[in-house]
């Protein structure tokens, strides 16, 4: 299939062809849906944690005697209606980590760039360039292109310049082409190709 590149000004430049075996993947949402659960539970420290009862510091002495006092009866301080008491189901570390075999995740991630690209909520651009690594230059870029929303700017390499730029806007945020995943794709509302990022892609993902 064939795709419309842009330059930054939001002129039509050219026109690239595009490997359906990348860009042309029939749209699995529930594949989409799983890789996305194991994306963000993969990034789940789980490293949380309370003591319960018995892992309290202190002695289990009874506090007072029984009866006659006016007091509750208590058998030990370290329960968990006192101050510095343990925890009831007290957290614990965990492991929150889910596995997806790889072909599924190459499949998930290539079904939503190819949904992305049949919803034209992608574009290709023959280059994103910056001459002063200014906020100001790549909203510009951004308002030339009407993009009011969340937009991934996807680069063939790492690119100081483009961080640096976008380090404090909110909806707009780089990365690379062989770091791109699942997640970044649909959790941003638009995404940016540069052509160099789309001969990355189907030279990693092409069959």
Same mark, same amino acid.
């Given at each position: 299939m064939k795709?419309?590149?842009?330059?930054?000004?939001? !002129?039509e430049v050219g026109s690239i062809t595009?490997?359906?075996?990348?860009?042309?993947?029939?749209?699995?949402?529930? +594949?989409?849906?799983?890789a996305v659960v194991a994306y963000n539970a993969n990034n789940r420290q789980?490293?949380? !944690?309370? +003591?319960?009862? !018995?892992?309290v510091r202190g002695h289990a002495k009874k506090p007072w005697k029984q009866k006659h006092t006016g007091h509750a009866r208590q058998g030990s301080t370290k329960?968990?209606?006192?101050?510095g008491g343990g925890?009831?189901?007290a957290p614990k570390p965990r492991d929150f980590s889910k596995k997806l075999n790889k072909v599924a995740r190459r499949f998930a991630l290539l079904s939503a760039i190819s949904q992305k690209l049949a919803q034209k909520e992608l574009v290709i651009l023959d280059e994103f360039k910056l001459e002063?690594?200014?906020?100001?230059?790549?909203?510009?870029? +951004?308002?030339?292109?009407?993009?009011?929303? !969340?937009?991934?700017?996807?680069?063939?390499?790492k690119n100081e310049s483009a961080l640096?730029?976008?380090?404090?806007m909110q909806k707009t945020s780089v990365t690379t082409s062989d770091l791109l995943n699942?997640?970044?794709v649909v959790a941003n509302k638009q995404v940016v190709l540069t052509k160099s990022a789309v001969k990355k892609l189907e030279e990693a993902y092409a069959e």
């Open positions: 795709a419309k590149v842009f330059n930054m000004q939001n !002129s595009l490997k359906d075996s990348v860009f042309g993947v029939e749209y699995n949402e529930p +594949l989409i849906h799983e789980g490293t949380k !944690s309370a +003591l319960t009862r !018995s892992e329960g968990p209606q006192f101050v925890v009831v189901f002063n690594a200014k906020t100001k230059e790549v909203k510009a870029f +951004l308002d030339a292109f009407g993009f009011k929303a !969340s937009t991934l700017i996807v680069l063939d390499d640096k730029a976008t380090n404090n699942v997640y970044d």
